[in-house]
């Protein structure tokens, strides 16, 4: 594939020759660790540098010998789809002690490592920065002792750490995602799925036990989630007298015709006492006051288990490389740092700001502190709550601001997972706002035939974890029918609008925008969300419905891969969609471990297929059973998928065998995934917070109505690096391709050189862009909603 042009190319001005790096898991395991490790030894090899595994974590270090080996490329394929560590950890009383510490330093210079990558939790970092502390002083001891030479302490002067957050908890500050956290809600929202079918046929309460220690990031996400009746989490106790509201709400949604109750309650649950609320508690609440049917589900170490999600595998290979970078940047001087996530931005944090804020946030609960506990816990968290508490506790009519203003909202072009999170969302936070709801059924063509209809709070229970669109979507769009659509904005009063949906719906919005010309009914607040599976809407780096396709095509690719264990060497071409745009196949490849990607934005050419089969020819000779090639639907109308498998089964004769699948709509459906369920509500959310503020800010007392003709008055909302931005359309216009429909610039371009270091090829990598140390405190900015993060 085609080089992109570098400002830096990493392998001429790092060099990792003649470094040694060590990379161990520590603590509890967690799903994605195995990506984080084969990533640090692969960019760590790519670099000349040697890289070793330390088995059992600190125990193996204390213990050395065979628990300190030296990697291969080849020792860890075939691990990025394992859950757990394969290297093993173990929590280890004799490395807090000194002398452990010293028989670990002894073990370290043996092998000439000074360079740890440390993936593991807060206790698991704090250990590793006082290993760093101390280095020069044990060095010293051990030349006392006899147990190294004295030149080996000039020689092995410095330790460099560099850590990353391995934990299901997501309880570390400094990351707005730790990996694992994605795939432990993965396997509670699949739970949660299953629970609601069999609660609803007997019309029974759950109450669910989720883990997360004394962090309750996990509950309350799972109960955004899956739009559970009530949340209880450490870092905001309910008020006293909580339980009698608890069951008026459980009992005034079973009135209201819904036949289950969910109440999911974090394992480190208190009340404003600092006393614990379990779930045996809860359930004999609901039993005593109500009468339901009430069982008790502790889900337990089934949240730890499991394949890594296809968000934790990106994670954890972005995160594996930019430690190694960290490692090769390192002086003397450098403060241990942590390799975090800001948003979609990499970003490293000096490891005891984070390890300091964290065990703040513990003393501010203790002390019950709990809003500045929950400041503490960084945007991410308090956007998450914010938006629970809009959603989830509905205010009595009488309570209600009255706003006369009527608000539709309706899904454009193909479905995409999250498109109901995102519609209930608007629908819920829009009538806490005051206004009226109403829905358009069948996209525009449902706008000029009249198909609208107002919706009440009720109407939308139970859409998050819906598949598809249940308002139904079509591609039209509205420039044809701009009359009738005025019309219909007449006839209803609509005074603000919005659009949920992929290009279609930019397009759509663009079209109304120019018709306020000749229509002032047009003249009102509009906004878009980006939902789409190919992620190629301009203004935004991510889009509702991306996740879940890529976990559909990580899942599929790796039972295929799978199909071939035992048999005889295999390479398969996948197909996916998209579109023009190779989000889908470019990092649905780094989180598979594919060898190759073909897309349109980059081309490529005869001689660039052939190279990548004689690559992949010489990998299949000395090591590797199983080969994967990914091929966007568009990316050449001459190399087809027939034409690609052809050419790989002619070339690879007398080496492997090829096999095509073409992924088709299997992409588009399903559940949605935690991700897509929250990020359509949080988005959603705050989109219909700024619609709020624009009728407002646009009503004209004097003609008793809504005018808004400014560019800002019709904006798209999207995740830009850190940030949630409101962006006028019309100013996108030039950011965009129409003829293919795609942004001209799209920042997940960056990551396809990542994904050819990690398959064994040689190749530029621009580092300009690489994470840089920042506080903690000062890596946040005011607008940030972290957790949308890819």
Same mark, same amino acid.
């Not at 942590?338 to 000096?350: K, M």
């Not at 925008?513 to 991510?542: H, K, Q, W």
């Not at 588009?668 to 624009?694: C, E, H, L």
């Given at each position: ?25 520590s ?15 692969r960019m ?27 990697a291969?490329?080849e ?9 757990g560590?394969?290297?093993g ?19 370290l ?24 502390e ?13 147990l ?10 410095a ?60 509950a309350?996400?799972? $109960? ?53 609320i379990?779930?045996?508690? +809860?359930?004999?609440?609901?039993v ?18 499991g ?12 995160? #594996? ?16 740092c ?12 000096p490891l ?8 703040e ?22 956007n ?12 009595p ?18 479905p995409?997972a $999250? ?5 209930r ?19 525009f063509? #449902?706008f ?12 939308v ?12 979507t ?5 420039a ?10 007449r ?18 919005l663009?079209?109304l ?44 690719c790796?039972?295929i ?13 996948i ?18 471990g594919?060898?190759?990607a ?24 000395t ?11 568009n990316c ?26 073409v ?27 700024? +619609? ?27 995740m ?9 359309v ?32 040689k ?13 903690? +405190? ?13």
């Amino acid at each position: 594939m085609a080089q992109p042009d570098s400002k830096k190319i990493f392998f001429e001005n790092l060099s990792g020759a003649g470094k040694a790096i060590a990379v161990l898991t520590s603590g509890g395991d967690a799903q994605g660790m195995n990506g984080a490790v084969r990533a640090v030894v692969r960019m760590g090899l790519y670099v000349g540098a040697k890289v070793y595994f330390i088995h059992e974590g600190y125990q193996g270090m204390v213990d050395g010998g065979d628990n300190i080996k030296e990697a291969t490329w080849e020792s860890v394929s075939s691990m990025l789809q394992l859950g757990g560590t394969v290297i093993g950890s173990a929590r280890c009383k004799e490395f807090r002690t000194h002398e452990g510490r010293l028989k670990a330093a002894h073990n370290l210079v043996q092998h000439g490592i000074t360079n740890l990558c440390v993936i593991g939790g807060d206790g698991s970092l704090t250990g590793a920065n006082l290993f760093k502390e101390e280095w020069s002083g044990l060095l010293n001891e051990l030349v006392e002792q006899g147990l190294i030479e004295a030149d080996a302490v000039q020689k092995y002067s410095a330790l460099h750490i560099v850590g990353m957050v391995g934990s299901i908890d997501n309880d570390f500050c400094g990351t707005d995602m730790t990996i694992g956290t994605d795939s432990a809600l993965h396997r509670i929202i699949e739970v949660v799925d299953a629970i609601m079918t069999t609660a609803q046929s007997h019309q029974r309460t759950f109450v669910l036990e989720v883990m997360g220690r004394h962090c309750g990031y996990l509950a309350l996400v799972s $109960g955004l989630a899956c739009g559970a009746d009530w949340v209880l989490i450490p870092e905001m106790p309910p008020e006293d007298g909580w339980e009698e509201k608890m069951c008026q709400k459980l009992s005034a949604n079973r009135a209201g015709m819904k036949r289950l109750n969910i109440i999911i309650v974090a394992e480190g649950a208190i009340d404003r006492n600092n006393k614990p609320i379990t779930t045996e508690y +809860v359930k004999n609440l609901v039993v005593k006051c109500l009468g339901f049917d009430t069982r008790v589900t502790i889900l337990g170490h089934v949240q730890r288990g499991g394949t890594p999600s296809a968000f934790d595998r990106i994670l954890a290979s972005r995160m #594996g490389v930019e430690a190694v970078l960290a490692l090769l940047e390192t002086t003397a001087n450098t403060p241990a740092c942590v390799v975090s996530l800001c948003g979609n931005t990499s970003v490293r944090v000096p490891l005891m700001e984070c390890v300091q804020m964290t065990q703040e946030v513990q003393k501010a609960m203790d002390q019950k502190r709990f809003e500045e506990a929950v400041k503490l816990r960084g945007r991410s968290f308090e956007n998450n709550l914010k938006t629970y508490k809009l959603l989830a506790h509905r205010k009595p009519e009488s309570e209600l601001p009255t706003s006369n203003f009527n608000v539709a909202v309706l899904n454009v072009g193909a479905p995409a997972a $999250g498109m109901n999170a995102a519609v209930r969302s608007a629908v819920r936070v829009g009538i806490s706002e005051g206004h009226k709801m109403f829905a358009v059924s069948d996209g525009f063509e #449902g706008f000029y035939k009249g198909q609208i209809k107002e919706v009440k709070w009720g109407d939308v229970g139970g859409w998050t974890g819906q598949g598809g669109s249940l308002l139904g979507t079509k591609r039209t769009l509205p420039a044809k029918h701009v009359e009738k659509i005025a019309e219909q904005m007449r006839k209803h009063n609509i005074n603000a609008l919005l659009i949920i949906g992929g290009f279609e719906a930019f397009e759509s919005l663009l079209q109304l925008y120019e018709a306020r010309a000749s229509y002032e009914e047009f003249c009102i607040p509009m906004c878009m969300l980006p939902a789409t599976i190919s992620n190629n809407v301009p203004g935004t780096d991510l889009s509702i419905g991306a996740d879940t396709a890529l976990n559909a095509i990580v899942e599929t690719c790796d039972r295929i891969k799978q199909s071939a264990s035992g048999t005889k060497r295999r390479v398969f071409i996948i197909e996916t969609m998209g579109g023009y745009c190779g989000y889908l196949a470019t990092v649905g490849g780094l989180a598979s471990g594919a060898d190759a990607a073909y897309i349109y934005e980059e081309p490529f050419d005869i001689k660039e297929l052939q190279a990548n089969v004689e690559h992949l020819t010489e990998k299949m000779k000395t090591s590797i059973q199983r080969g994967l090639v990914l091929r966007n639907e568009n990316c050449n109308e001459n190399y087809t998928t027939d034409f690609i498998y052809q050419l790989y089964s002619e070339e690879g004769r007398g080496v492997f065998d090829c096999r095509k699948n073409v992924l088709g709509h299997m992409q588009q459906g399903g559940a949605p995934s935690p991700f897509d369920r929250n990020f359509g509500t949080k988005i959603s959310a705050k989109a219909m917070q700024w +619609v709020s503020k624009k009728l407002v800010e646009t009503f004209r007392q004097g003609a008793g109505r809504v005018f808004a003709n400014t560019e800002d008055s019709c904006c798209l909302l999207g995740m830009r690096r850190r940030t949630l931005v409101f962006q006028p359309v019309v100013q996108l216009k030039d950011e965009t391709d129409f003829v293919h429909r795609i942004p001209k610039e799209q920042w997940w371009l960056k990551l396809r050189p990542l994904m050819k270091i990690l398959a064994k090829y040689k190749t530029s990598y621009d580092v300009s862009d690489s994470g840089q140390l920042e506080h903690v +405190v000062h890596n946040r900015p005011k607008d940030s909603d972290a957790s949308v993060a890819m």
